[in-house]
């Protein structure tokens, strides 16, 4: 019995220690995003599940940045390319702290919105 209740207490540890280290996606609407990505902001030292998000934030940026450019022959702003991903990121979480009422759209757009906001061509 004592065997027995020593595995599942293991089996259920390392489940746990599974599920714990998977990165949360920031996917979808602002509201899921800023939940993943606005706490791993500021922070200097990052727990691994916390870098792991931090990563999956800065990756989702990339790739809507980069859709934007292909899909678009003229950008809708006009951020100097020293603008790096991790602050065209901080850019949109400042947007959509001072923006609440627009968190239910896409990501997408909101980061669209903060660049023009941000960086407007002239």
């Given amino acids: 019995m004592k065997a027995a209740l020593f595995f599942a207490i293991c089996v259920s540890s390392v489940v746990a220690l599974q599920q714990d280290s998977k990165p949360r996606l920031p996917y ?27 990563i999956a934030c800065v990756s989702y940026l990339k790739g809507i940045h980069d859709g934007v450019e292909e899909a678009t022959d003229k950008k809708p702003y006009c951020a100097p390319g020293e603008v790096t991903y991790h602050q065209a ?28 906001d941000a960086f407007p061509c002239k």
Avoid: W
């Fill in 89 to 116: 990121g901080r850019v949109l979480l400042k947007y959509m702290r001072e923006n609440p009422a627009r968190l239910h759209l896409p990501v997408a757009t909101l980061y669209i919105m903060a660049l023009k």
């Fill in 28 to 54: 979808g609407s602002g509201n899921d995003y800023l939940a993943v990505c606005g706490p791993v902001d500021e922070k200097q030292d990052l727990s691994s599940t916390e870098l792991k998000d931090f």
